[in-house]
């Protein structure tokens, strides 16, 4: 999914003097190459257009697609909108050649498919992932988006210099890569593992026995989300709001790491692999968090709340203070301030696996879909509207623009990280315990269910509830 965002990422002639704010790899700078006349003859303000048009998308689908793969499962949303944005990208070179309104429509189609992926993989992973490896597991789901990035701009230096700058040829072998991994989605993945025919019964066993007592029902006809109980929940908000700061100073990171290499590095292939650096740095980050969370989780030392706490402000607080001191050196020591970027976009990993990304899950396995749906369009929007902004200050030699962009976006990541630390909480809630049935808990496959373990509690509204352990609103219980 993410080689097909980065394919068309940015549109722009003049990397160096680029209008559109979007430029943010160097997958972005080859591309110019490649597209060459087709971009070139659009004026600066439908370059903006065609690079914000797919964040707009992006936005808007976001909640839906969790309320989508919580009613129907993850897996048709997932491969639904994987299947969409490959068509939309293997008609994108028709798209440009045809007029400009159909170029941006196409852009902005692919932003809605891409919207619902992050929501429907975190459905998929509540049901999938045992509390001890939750960690693990989101790593190696998160990290495919910074390989996506890396595969993009390989893909694109292929077409560049193998394809004698052939630019549909991007979007050829994009498309028909992601049609292929539409095709193993479909045959491998099922949305629980009660229905899962190939893994082994000790694994399901493993997997289901883990997930007892976390309010993991099948949602049934008449069931409905529990809007008040998630609107009300200081944990949410928390999250919202690290998500929110943590996107936009991603987003600058990566920005300004690409757009300071395009300055200071003058050979094409030392360019190019320092471009790579913060994505093989972001994943390397993501794997070792995942891991180390777990492994810490697993010994009962520290409650999932404080390992949350502690990764969440690794990723943001520790980020925020390398920006401080990077804004400030002088201009001629480029490579320590380099350097400092570098180390500081790869950090930000710590959050994937480790933070308010994962932390979702913790939380509220029934409904994570739902509830980063809630805080990716939140932060997704905050991006969108302060993109311009930051395409402006990174677009000019003047020093001093760098500087105050750092500063805020430094004020800002510490704002999400210190407002997460107070209010934030790895303790399942208590609106996520979905009135249900015995025979409607995923826990069960279909020939398990007179012999289950699990012993129903009458809910508060009556009925019976899947989930029997009690559960503090902001203490934290040891899992």
């Not at 440009?96 to 309104?101: A, P, V």
């Not at 300071?260 to 590095?265: G, K, L």
Request: proline share 4%; with cysteine; net charge negative.
């Amino acid at each position: 999914m993410y080689t097909l965002r980065f394919a068309i990422e940015p549109y722009s002639c003049d990397v160096r003097n680029a209008t559109d704010s979007n430029n943010i790899s160097s997958a972005a700078n080859e591309v110019v190459g490649c597209l060459g006349s087709h971009i070139c003859k659009y004026g600066g303000r439908t370059q903006r257009l065609l690079g914000n048009s797919l964040l707009w998308g992006d936005v808007i689908t976001q909640l839906p697609s969790g309320v989508l793969a919580w009613k129907y499962g993850g897996k048709i949303v997932l491969c639904t909108c994987m299947f969409i944005s490959a068509l939309v990208t293997l008609l994108t070179p028709l798209s440009f050649e045809t007029n400009t309104d159909l170029a941006i429509t196409s852009r902005f189609i692919l932003g809605l498919s891409q919207g619902a992926t992050w929501p429907a993989v975190q459905t998929i992973l509540a049901r999938w992932s045992p509390p001890q490896e939750t960690g693990r597991l989101a790593g190696l789901a998160y990290s495919g988006s910074q390989i996506g990035v890396i595969g993009s701009m390989f893909i694109t230096l292929f077409c560049k210099h193998w394809c004698e700058g052939s630019w549909p040829g991007l979007f050829y072998i994009q498309g028909n890569l992601s049609l292929l991994m539409v095709i193993i989605c479909i045959v491998l993945i099922t949305d629980t593992p009660a229905v899962n025919t190939r893994i082994s019964v000790e694994e399901k066993d493993f997997i289901t026995g883990s997930q007892r007592n976390r309010g993991l029902c099948l949602v049934q006809n008449g069931d409905t989300v529990p809007w008040r109980g998630m609107l009300t929940s200081f944990p949410l908000w928390a999250i919202l709001a690290s998500h929110t700061c943590g996107a936009f100073g991603s987003y600058v990171y990566l920005s300004c790491t690409s757009s300071y290499i395009q300055r200071v590095i003058t050979d094409e292939t030392n360019k190019n692999i320092l471009q790579v650096t913060p994505y093989l740095g972001l994943i390397v980050v993501i794997l070792l968090t995942g891991h180390i969370a777990d492994h810490i989780r697993s010994t009962d030392n520290l409650s999932t709340t404080s390992i949350r706490k502690i990764f969440n402000s690794i990723g943001e607080l520790i980020p925020a203070l390398v920006l401080i001191v990077a804004g400030f050196l002088p201009s001629y020591q480029s490579t320590i301030k380099l350097t400092l970027l570098i180390m500081g976009a790869s950090l930000t990993g710590c959050v994937y696996s480790g933070g308010y990304v994962v932390n979702v899950i913790d939380i509220s396995p029934q409904h994570a879909g739902i509830v980063f749906g809630i805080s990716s369009t939140i932060a997704s929007a905050f991006v969108l509207l302060g993109s311009a902004a930051i395409g402006e200050s990174i677009d000019v030699e003047y020093q001093g623009n760098w500087e105050i962009l750092f500063v805020v976006t430094a004020a800002i990541y510490m704002f999400g990280g210190l407002i997460y630390l107070v209010f934030g909480s790895g303790s399942l809630q208590h609106w996520n315990t979905t009135p249900c049935t015995t025979d409607h808990d995923e826990t069960h496959g279909p020939d398990d269910i007179v012999s289950s373990a699990a012993t129903p509690t009458t809910g508060a509204q009556g009925g019976e509830t899947c989930a029997s352990l009690p559960i503090d609103f902001i203490e934290d219980v040891h899992t």
